[in-house]
């Protein structure tokens, strides 16, 4: 049967179909979603490690930049039979549980790409150990909007993780600020984790008062960073290494060399008109995973810092 002109395979080897191949996503740039969905498939290899068996958050965009979008946690009406799901049960909501999409498959981000999910957002712990997280994260969220501030913030952040012995890895989140994340072994829970991450940023924003905050006010903020350890609590996601992101120029959350983190940096600069020259040079994560590091000598340092 010949396939009609609105719906188009990324490729032929591929079973997922996206509908309306041409819908433009990018206006300015001319970026549509069948762009999207070929840089997700091109992409794939670098981005499955992240986000194998993991739940996924939707952030939903059907128009792209030329509408608004919407979040969703139950697995959307038109994913393929037989997407990968977690139930989750909860304890005080009305509804008493969400089945979440789980990602690693190249077919189950492609089928979410033709139904409007731009960025990929990913818990901490995988399906199979929800409550015991394999990294350790840092959203740095510049109050000015200039990354050069979020740079300076996260090299802080760098030099108080070099003092309690842990390697951390730096990217760019795709908007204005930059994550850092420390891969550690699994184990500790969900709670212990964020407890770390919090008494980080705390001990880090009290030695430059000035340029960092922990308050999560916005109006108690006064221009300052915000040090945000939350997106390691239970339930809450990040962008992943890889994902493309629903700003202009579609920009891609990209790891980066520490050599790379200077106020000159312009996050949009990786995009995915652009990114596969990126992908041309060494990979500065590509041993994320090798460094499986415990947080037990890291709280005892920290009590010192």
């Given at each position: ?110 089928a979410l790409v033709n139904l409007g ?183 005892r340092l920290l009590k010192n810092l």
């Amino acid at each position: 049967m010949k396939r009609p002109k609105s719906a188009r395979r990324v490729h032929e080897s591929l079973s997922v179909v996206i509908s309306h191949p041409d819908k433009v996503f990018w206006p300015e740039e001319g970026y549509t979603k069948l762009d999207l969905a070929n840089f997700y498939e091109t992409i794939f290899p670098k981005l499955s490690p992240y986000m194998e068996d993991r739940i996924l958050s939707l952030e939903r965009c059907p128009e792209g930049m030329l509408g608004d979008c919407f979040y969703q946690k139950e697995i959307p009406k038109g994913m393929p039979a037989g997407t990968p799901t977690k139930r989750i049960s909860h304890v005080t909501d009305e509804k008493r549980f969400t089945d979440y999409v789980v990602g690693g498959s190249l077919d189950t981000q492609l089928a979410l790409v033709n139904l409007g999910c731009i960025a990929v957002h990913i818990m901490g712990g995988r399906a199979t150990s929800l409550r015991q997280p394999d990294w350790v994260s840092f959203d740095i969220d510049p109050e000015s909007g200039e990354f050069g501030d979020a740079a300076r913030a996260g090299l802080h952040i760098k030099e108080a993780l070099d003092a309690l012995k842990l390697v951390s890895f730096a990217k760019t989140s795709g908007g204005r600020g930059m994550h850092v994340m420390v891969p550690i072994h699994n184990g500790p829970d969900t709670d212990d984790v964020l407890l770390f991450a919090e008494s980080v940023v705390a001990r880090v924003a009290a030695a430059h008062p000035a340029e960092l905050t922990v308050e999560h006010s916005v109006a108690a903020r006064h221009g300052r960073v915000y040090l945000d350890p939350f997106r390691n609590g239970f339930g809450q996601t990040i962008v992943a290494p890889f994902s493309v992101r629903h700003r202009a120029k579609a920009p891609v959350s990209t790891p980066l060399d520490w050599s790379e983190v200077k106020a000159t940096l312009v996050p949009s600069d990786f995009n995915i008109g652009n990114f596969m020259k990126r992908l041309q040079r060494a990979e500065p994560w590509k041993d994320f995973f090798v460094h499986r590091q415990s947080l037990d000598e890291a709280t005892r340092l920290l009590k010192n810092l």
